[in-house]
């Protein structure tokens, strides 16, 4: 059936997916202007790589399988959040190998788009990190902080790893003490809001929460600014771009995961586990609003989101506290990826046993 | 009041073109006449009685109904026999149709209307007045005597009035309830008659005004039909039998379903003696300069009307008869009103919103909105795969065609189409 015009309906919604790809690559062109600002131009080259790499990939696919599809622009959005997790300064070959892998391996091998298995930003994001484990955790200062381009630096949640004692004060006053970088806006935001806000409550703001907001501390490109994502995944969640209740559940139950058993580091106790600095690192935001919901490796139906948001915060959770690198939300999406069909599966099962059940019953 | 609407599925969120008909205008007499003697996909044809060349009157019998799928043609129009040829019609299914050409003197038009004291009839010469006159049950054209007079049988059944419209153009029942409200009751009290309901239940869209309900309220008071007002919530498809019964919490096989405008034509066979030559339609969408619900002879060609609307203010994308969710594309200017025309809707491309057909991704916005609790997404991928059998597994013969989920589809396939297909051949193989 080509033409749609002589079957109803014969009127549609707004949306059609090419719609919706290029609404959701728009709302990161932000975060690309902003990662550009903090570690300078040169990091739009990292963009650029991998998303012309994903579209020349898709379109010699297209030559091959005579099935033009770049229009559709999942190409485009895959490249832009693959960049999204590279470092600021990485060797441009990375980008451009680990997009030809996403398309090529996950995504065109298994039938193009709609048929892979795993989500090809992702699974290229894995590809990186397995292949080039030391330059895919070399972060970057941003020139806010020390004025100049390219002074590398360890994120601050490898950082606080490595530090030991200290295990009375919490989380940013042991970064503060061990004279970890904080750039001068923090520092005056900080001292405005415990003035002005915090201290009418009794409570105080430590300084540096305002840098991890706003993206001023070495980290992955997409991770930087919070602010940016945050606004972009509300537009998204607006428009019903996304299924809402993946990211809502999953950020839910790593957050009260976190402030329940935190998340090793020093000053953290039972029930009182540092929630923000939790969020604001290892890019679990981006994860949840961009990578989580892609519909076609995500369940469908409410419950069954709901079931796959919950594994997806325990594991993040548990990637967060046990594993040895920070990255733990990427491998988390990918492994619910892989379980997902058997997830619905089962509750289709379950489902269906409880009817059996009820009719039995009457 | 409690507004009632069914749980799962549905789409709620779409915006509804303002338009209210100040009232209902008589279109003007066609030249040519194309009546076709099959009302719908799956009816039968009535039998030709008149040859080519006749000269016919107006409201003259031209084909006599052969049996309970078929109903009595009269000619909406006075004039010669032209042409008895074998059309396919919009519905795209084949039907024997006559053509007929104006000519000669007007008997139903300019004559004042009779009124006849119905309440002294019984039910057995309603019956016969009403399938003498070819009235039909207008959202199927089914004759709707018989169908009716099915129900009588049963101790307890609810007649429900179906007031309700829900896709974003479509007023023709919504104008003839507002305007005609006292000859729609009546017809509905006939209907009673026939059926004898043990209640009836009017379905209006809770969309509706408090000033227009009010005055609803008023004409069901004045009258002596004990039927009761029912707001539904406005979503897609709440119009659909299954969807009303759901609603209210009882069996579908316990209702019947009519509709004013089936009403007002069995109450002008009835009470006027008319036979159903005239069918109420709306002429709208965003390519008619000035949408308007017309009073046209059946077999008007509805490029006609269209231009007693003024014509179209833009190039339109597609020609829609009824409903755009589950209505069908006409093919050309010329196709004819019909008996089960209740609107001609011009759509321009900006509200069609067609875009090529993409794969599936599995966004579930189908499974979202599918009032019938199914996964289209994956019974698509089945009966791409032949899996008929696991397709009607997870059940395919539960989807009741309201199009909700290729409206909604945003890589827009085809779903229920596709269902449609499937669904027949299946049923054929059954046969075979």
Known sequence: MKSNELYPPYIHSWKTSAKSTWICSGTLAPLVLWSAYLYGYKTLFVWLVSVLTSMGTEAIVSAFTKKWTLGDGSAVLSGLLLAAIMPPAIPLYIPCLSAAFAILVVKAAFGGLGSNWMNPALAGAAFAYVNWPKAMHEFVLPRVITGVDGISASSPLSFIRSLSGGADLRIMEALKSASYPLSGFDIKVTQFLNDGFFSALGSQLPEGYIDLGLGFKPGALGESALVVIIIGSVFLLSLKLIKSIIPLTMLTVFSVLVRLFGTGLPGEYLFSGDVLFALFNGGVLFAAFYMAPEPVTSPSGKLDNFVYGLILGVLCYVFRRWAAKPEGAVYAILIMNVLGPSLEKMLDSIRKAISQHRQAKR | MKIRGFKHGGIDSMHRVSFEAKSIENAFLPLNALISLRNG??????????????????????????????????????????????????????????????????????KRPERYRWKALNKGDIGYLAQDKGVVRVSTGEPLYPALSKMSVKQEYTLILNVLELDPYSRVEESLFRLRTMDVLDGCAIAARISKPSRIIIAIDERYSAKTLSKIREAIDSCELDAKLQLFKHKIPQDHPRQLALALGINKDDIFIVEPSSLISLHEAIVSNKPHIEQYVFVGGGAIKHPAVLKARIGSPIGDLIEECGGFTSKPYTIVLNNPFTGRAAPDLDCAVGKTTRAILALTESEAKPAPERPCIRCSDCYEVCPAGLKPFLLHKLIQLGKIGEAKAIGLDRCISCGACAYICSSRIALVSIFDTAKKADKDRGQN
């Open chain 2, 41 to 110: 996909p799956g009816l039968a044809e009535a039998e030709a009685v008149v040859k080519l060349g006749d000269q016919v009157l107006e409201g003259q019998l031209l084909a006599r109904s052969t049996g309970a799928n078929s109903s009595n043609m009269h000619s909406s129009i006075p004039g010669i026999v032209r042409r008895i040829t074998q059309i396919k019609d919009a519905g795209s299914f084949d039907s024997l149709a006559i053509k007929i050409s104006l000519d000669g003197s007007f008997s139903v038009l300019g």
